[in-house]
């Protein structure tokens, strides 16, 4: 299983962008994905999560600017950002709850390999 994750850069504060992840390989089913952001020096936390069922959960910081979605059957979930601020600068993970195929597979975390995201003042 793979999360591949896309669509970071450099915006001006009050910009927009759009975080894209897609997960491959041999997947029984997903249960959540989410978005997590890490800045030097500090833990990983997380910006948003979404459930198969379409439960979101987000960030103080982030609730109101950013919104998750996820399509299941592409395998898919997407983070639209507006009114980014400098400290929105972070490198941005793709995490998947999923179970993989296999006979007796568990439930496994998965992570994507980061995205960078800077945000000019």
């Known amino acids: 299983v793979q999360l591949q994750a896309s669509g970071g850069g450099l915006v001006q504060a009050g910009g927009s962008l759009r975080l894209s992840c897609a997960a491959s390989?041999?997947?029984?089913?997903?249960?959540?994905m989410g978005w997590y952001r890490q800045v030097p020096g500090s833990e990983r936390e997380l910006v948003a999560t979404?459930?198969?069922?379409?439960?979101?959960n987000y960030a103080d910081s982030v609730t109101g600017r950013c919104t998750i979605s996820l399509d299941s059957a592409k395998k898919t979930v997407d983070l639209q950002m507006n009114s980014l601020k400098p400290e929105d600068t972070a490198v941005y993970y793709c995490?998947?709850?999923?179970?993989?195929?296999?006979?007796?597979?568990?439930?496994?975390?998965?992570w994507g390999q980061g995205t960078l995201v800077t945000v000019s003042s």
């Open positions: 995490h998947a709850h999923l179970r993989p195929n296999g006979w007796g597979a568990q439930l496994r975390d998965y």
């Open positions: 390989g041999s997947i029984f089913s997903i249960n959540s």
């Open positions: 979404i459930t198969s069922g379409g439960s979101t």
